[in-house]
């Protein structure tokens, strides 16, 4: 069964137990990582997806906590013997700026490094669609181009979309109608962000099937973000910690 493994559930600050929001699809032919923040390596193997079923990596936005991770990701594949190639799926400007940031680790200097190819997705375009999925993307209301993202499952027909990064709008409502999971941020009601309750209302406009929280402050009760979120919400609500797991 495909599933989808949370990685990390934390705001921009991680703490012990939190490792910022980022998030693996595990299907039947490979893996797709989504964000990639803190350990890469460490956590798909904790998550039972082996290196060499990673394809494709679609970072949302430039931000820190969702892309540090990934030199140090895609250096670690190299060291591994990785020859496969790994596109790299994210909006334009953010592909530009993620490819300065290989520059200024002179990537270009590492013997044998495999294809490393940087795909830009424009907002309300078809993202990927290989075997195991059809990856669709919108556009966020945050301080910088984001993109939210919408996954179909062709095994099983399951919709999930991950919002990333945003204020509530209309184009990831839309995205995210009926979908079976909701995969929101709830980092506060501050510019750019949304909270629990905010998150609530998009899943009940949006009449999906469960709304699973992440990319919260880690101090916060969980108790107080669920409360908030039932507030909007009447269906099945998780405020996810790192490595749930669900099946899409
Ligand atoms: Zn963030
Ligand atoms: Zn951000």
């Given at each position: 069964m495909p599933r989808l493994v949370i990685l990390g559930t934390a705001a921009a600050v991680p703490d012990a137990v939190h490792e910022n929001t980022y998030m693996a699809l595990d299907g039947a032919h490979g893996a797709i990582l989504i964000d990639c923040a803190g350990s890469p390596i460490g956590r798909l193997e904790r998550a039972g997806?082996?290196?060499?079923?990673?394809h494709a990596v679609i970072i949302t936005h430039i931000h820190p906590d969702h892309s540090y991770g990934l030199p140090s990701l895609l250096m670690s594949l190299w060291l591994l013997g990785r020859h496969e190639p790994l596109p790299i799926y994210a909006p334009p400007a953010t592909c530009q700026r993620l490819r300065t940031i290989m520059d200024a680790f002179e990537?270009?200097?590492?013997?044998?490094f495999y294809p490393v190819e940087f795909v830009p997705v424009n907002d309300d375009a078809p993202v990927l669609d290989n075997e195991d999925f059809t990856i669709t993307a919108a556009s966020s209301?945050?301080?910088?181009?984001t993109i939210g993202l919408k996954v179909v499952s062709k095994a099983t027909d399951r919709a999930l979309v991950y919002t990333s990064d945003?204020?509530?709008?209309d184009s990831i409502t839309q995205l995210a109608?009926?979908?079976?999971?909701l995969v929101h941020?709830?980092?506060?009601?501050t510019r750019g962000h949304s909270s629990a309750g905010m998150a609530g209302r998009v899943a009940r406009l949006a009449q999906v099937g469960r709304l699973v929280l992440v990319?919260?402050?880690?101090?916060?009760?969980p108790a107080a973000l669920l409360a908030d979120a039932r507030s909007e919400f009447d269906g099945p609500i998780d405020v996810a910690q790192d490595f749930a797991e669900y099946e899409i």
């Open positions: 997806i082996p290196l060499n079923m990673l990537w270009d200097d590492w013997p044998h209301n945050h301080f910088v181009e945003t204020a509530p709008v109608q009926g979908v079976d999971l941020e709830a980092a506060g009601a990319h919260y402050q880690v101090y916060v009760d």
